[in-house]
């Protein structure tokens, strides 16, 4: 049935036939910070979702960035912007990214950001959960592993739909660092990083390859203390740089933003893409203990369906263990 339009609008357009809403890919944002910000501008551009909504205790800077959002839609694909500090916004998101909580400053390692992070989540994730029960639930916050594990705790959500951004960026960054030795673009460079997001995460030298050649088949020390091209530097850089980038500008939020909005991508258009972000390990490569950390996994539409099991080397599943029981200890010591 038609619509009958009044005033000005009634003067210009005439309505043929009523507007109907087709089921649409609603993605919500917690914490309208320099990361969570980043995501929100990385979805839009890459038009990941068709319906974004953003949720902040804040709410003079959530109106103002929703605005500055708003009057850039002219210039990218039809997306629905929406803010509130009322979580009732965000219901029926298919996805939910939280990027709120205490961020890592200068000198702090995003361990010590653990029960701080853990009391903000006890009131978002509840939240998130009572307005959009089949949501898959995307967290960012550091330190990552341990608030993915805490998340997937608090929601009640079957462990395929609670996701940590864990070590894509981290692969991300290995992988830049990579081409860059090789003067070829990183998207070449077929390497991962694995395990904790952080200062125990694991390069796995033994699967690092171009056009299907293992550097480690021609060279076989890379990655060790005996390789004297030293490419092992390469992980060490990847360990610092979230370090060296708040040195130098105070926070990380770009490339973190890119990486997510991607994951999105692929969850919402049920790609299957492998990526290395944070999921239950328990029982994989010979993990004991219950924690969260980064293996390269497929994402869909349901999230997580497959993790991969890549064929480590001794030295590097002993790697992970340590990453794994590291993990461990600190969730121990979180006061419920």
């Known amino acids: 049935m038609a619509t009958t339009f009044d005033g000005t609008k009634g003067i210009l357009m005439a309505s043929v036939a009523a507007r109907k809403e087709y089921p649409h890919a609603k993605i919500s944002v917690v914490g309208v910070g320099q990361v969570g910000m980043a995501c929100a501008f990385s979805i839009m551009l890459q038009h990941a979702a068709s319906e ?53 400053r200068e000198g702090e390692t995003r361990l010590d950001l653990v029960q701080k992070n853990v009391n903000i989540f006890k009131h978002i994730i509840p939240e998130l959960v009572k307005y959009s029960p089949d949501t898959i639930l995307l967290i960012v916050s550091n330190p990552v592993d341990v608030l993915t594990y805490v998340a997937w705790k608090i929601s009640g959500l079957p462990r395929n739909r609670v996701i940590g951004s864990g070590t894509n960026l981290d692969s ?22 694995i395990g904790e997001h952080g200062d125990t995460s694991v390069a796995v030298w033994s699967g690092v390859n171009v056009a299907g050649t293992r550097l480690i088949d021609v060279n076989p020390h890379i990655g060790t203390d005996k390789d004297p091209e030293d490419w092992n530097s390469i992980h060490h850089q990847v360990i610092s740089s979230a370090y060296e980038i ?24 049920d790609t299957h893409n492998v990526f290395a972000v944070s999921v ?7 993990i004991e203990n219950d924690v969260c950390l980064s293996l390269p996994s497929t994402l869909g539409e349901s999230g997580v369906t497959e993790v991969m099991l890549q064929q480590l080397q001794a030295d590097e599943k002993e790697r992970l263990w340590k990453s794994a029981k590291q993990m461990q200890e600190t969730i121990e010591s979180i006061k419920w």
Do not use: N
Not at 280 to 286: A, I, P, V, Y
């Open 52 to 104: 974004l909504c953003l949720v902040d205790v804040q709410e003079d800077k959530l109106k103002g960035e929703m605005l500055d959002l708003q009057h850039g839609l002219s210039f990218v694909k039809k997306i629905t912007i929406k803010a509130d500090t009322d979580y009732a916004v965000t219901a029926g998101s298919k996805i939910c990214i939280v990027t709120a909580g205490s961020r890592q």
């Open 172 to 193: 991300s960054r290995f992988r830049f660092l990579l081409g860059e030795r090789l003067g070829i673009a990183p998207s070449s460079c077929h390497g991962w990083i």
């Open 280 to 286: 239950f390990c328990k029982g994989l490569h010979g």
């Open 246 to 269: 708040i040195k130098l500008k105070g926070y990380t939020s770009w490339a973190i933003g890119v990486s997510v909005s991607t994951l999105c991508s692929s969850m919402l258009r």
